[in-house]
T-cell receptor
Framework: GDSVTQMEGPVTLSEEAFLTINCTYT??????LFWYVQYPGEGLQLLLK?????DKGSNKGFEATYRKETTSFHLEKGSVQVSDSAVYFC????????????FGKGTSLLVTP | NAGVTQTPKFQVLKTGQSMTLQCAQD?????MYWYRQDPGMGLRLIYY???????DKGEVPNGYNVSRLNKREFSLRLESAAPSQTSVYFC??????????????FGPGTRLTVL
């Protein structure tokens, strides 16, 4: 079945460092891919999405490119801020289960001043 | 526009007790979902409702029941709570269509502890 694998955390970075969180997927067809962010004590918010191969999703300085050849959707940001500290989830939208999302296990990011 | 709301925010139960988690959305979405979030496990789908009047099992349905009361509301019931059901529960909703970019909107979660 469909699945998502993302890098284990926690990831600790200094402010203004470069961020990469790796995400690879297994799916039939061409699923839509998403990154969600969860700030402490809150629900999940959509960070960015890509719906087809070579699409680049971007938001708030974060970017991810849908790479069909490597089945990847890595999240990147050039200069992280303390306010980016959160848990990041990679997800794919399955055509099964009423278009529910299959999530990776999440990567916790802590940015220190 | 409140989005997706969930009640309660916190709950402590004893083993064997029952309770219902409430979820409502005001975005006129067709589909609604219940997920549970456990440390190191990401979010896993419990049940979903693709449209009013329909419900289906997700990845981890055992020990739960759901009711799609109307288009707005989707409740999750634990008939006899077990410690393994200690988790954070999230409700989500989205527009249903073949369009691939339909975003799911999440509620703030219910933190449930079963002793």
């Amino acid at each position: 079945g469909d699945s998502v694998t993302q890098m284990e955390g926690p990831v600790t970075l200094s402010e203004e460092a470069f961020l990469t969180i790796n995400c690879t997927y297994t799916a039939t067809g061409y699923p839509s891919l998403f990154w969600y962010v969860q700030y402490p004590g809150e629900g999940l918010q959509l960070l960015l999405k890509a719906t087809k191969a070579d699409d680049k999703g971007s938001n708030k300085g974060f970017e991810a490119t849908y790479r069909k050849e490597t089945t990847s959707f890595h999240l990147e940001k050039g200069s992280v801020q303390v306010s980016d500290s959160a848990v990041y989830f990679c997800a794919l939208r399955s055509s099964n289960s009423g278009y529910a999302l299959n999530f990776g296990k999440g990567t916790s990011l802590l940015v220190t001043p | 526009n409140a989005g997706v709301t969930q009640t309660p925010k916190f709950q402590v139960l004893k083993t064997g007790q029952s309770m219902t988690l409430q979820c409502a959305q005001d975005m006129n979405h067709n589909s609604m979902y219940w997920y549970r979030q456990d440390p190191g496990m990401g979010l896993r789908l419990i049940y979903y409702s693709a449209s009013e009047g329909t419900t289906d099992k997700g990845e981890v349905p055992n020990g739960y029941n759901v009711s799609r009361l109307n288009k707005r509301e989707f409740s999750l019931r634990l008939e006899s709570a077990a410690p393994s059901q200690t988790s954070v529960y999230f409700c989500a909703s989205s527009v249903t269509s073949g369009l691939s970019y339909n975003e799911q909107f999440f509620g703030p979660g219910t933190r449930l502890t079963v002793l």
